[in-house]
């Protein structure tokens, strides 16, 4: 009978401390298992965090790609610097009316409607509203005395072209026709080609200056 008891004992003995050393085993799994989620909800975390900043980031490059550039605005340089100054650009319809208007002048007047429109651009890039540093003014640069002379509005572009036209046909006329002394005396006045014309003989462009030699040599 006692046998039995401690054997009874021993049995229950045994049993409680399987039943603990379970317990013992469940807790630390449930621990582990613990630390494992609060990882993965880090990492989870993490991955949302660095979502919501591309998100910021893609939204940033949304509206940059969407804000329109800026235009750059820059003045116009004519050809020739001594006679013109940076204006605001004459619209390309201005031009383009400009030129063809510029030719029938030519024609009319008897001159290379070619090397007239040459002229003008060179003079103001067909711009009505060109000025330059010593006072000449409009799409055919004429000093207002000159202007005054011939009976028109410097600031009137259509006037000026044909005004231009017929000086040159005259000038072209007046120097035999040799429309390079005709394109000289435009720029530099027919006394200081006629001048030229004397002291350099065939040599005469050499003897006007560097700005009416460069004028010709465009043109």
């Not at 002229?119 to 207002?144: K, L, R, T, Y």
């Not at 001048?195 to 043109?219: F, M």
């Amino acid at each position: 009978m006692l046998k039995n008891i401690q054997k009874t004992g021993k049995i229950a003995s045994t049993l409680i401390t399987s039943i603990m050393l379970v317990a013992m085993i469940i807790g630390v799994m449930g621990s582990i298992q613990s630390v494992v989620n609060g990882n993965n909800s880090t990492t989870y975390g993490s991955h949302k965090v660095q979502s919501a900043g591309q998100h910021v980031q893609n939204a940033v490059t949304q509206v940059t790609k969407a804000a329109p550039a800026q235009a750059e605005t820059k003045a116009p340089a004519f050809a020739n610097e001594t006679t013109s100054v940076q204006t605001v650009n004459a619209p390309i319809s201005y031009s383009t009316s400009y030129q063809s208007i510029a030719r029938s002048a030519a024609v009319a007047n008897g001159i290379n409607p070619d090397r007239f429109v040459r002229q003008i651009q060179q003079e103001s890039g067909f711009n009505p509203n060109a000025v330059s540093p010593a006072g000449a003014i409009g799409i055919a640069q004429f000093m207002p005395g000159t202007a005054a002379g011939m009976g028109i509005n410097p600031h009137d572009p259509v006037a000026s072209l044909n005004a231009a036209a017929r000086m040159m046909g005259n000038l072209d006329k007046q120097f035999g026709g040799d429309y390079n002394k005709a394109l000289a005396a435009y720029n530099a006045g027919p006394g200081a080609v006629q001048n030229a014309v004397r002291r350099g003989g065939g040599n005469w462009l050499s003897y006007l200056p560097t700005e009416t030699r460069n004028y010709v040599a465009i043109i």
